[in-house]
């Protein structure tokens, strides 16, 4: 009888935090910036070759891009104002 309540107990856990996982936001803001101006940003920076990524993630844009050197770098936006942030 207590193993049933172990794991119970363990199955109730795990699926509140499947729900708590799930109220996150998953999409940009209503008032945010177009995704088309937050590029035409990263395309106007010095060095730009091309973007190799973007993902929607922790309430910002993630842009990936690559300089003439190859070199990789990532940029945080913030969709509303569409000022750089921190990736931390």
Do not use: H
Not at 18 to 30: F, I, L, R
Not at 51 to 73: L, M, R
Request: hydrophobic share 35%; with cysteine.
């Amino acid at each position: 009888m207590p193993r049933i309540l172990i794991v119970s107990a363990a199955v109730c856990l795990m699926t509140a935090g499947v729900a708590v996982a799930q109220t996150a936001p998953s999409e940009p803001p209503p008032n945010g910036k177009k995704l088309s101006e937050i590029i035409a940003k990263v395309e106007q920076r010095p060095d730009f070759r091309y973007i190799g990524e973007v993902n929607w993630n922790d309430g910002g844009y993630e842009v990936t891009y690559y300089t003439t050197d190859n070199a990789k770098v990532e940029i945080k936006f913030d969709p509303v104002s569409g000022q750089t942030k921190s990736l931390r």
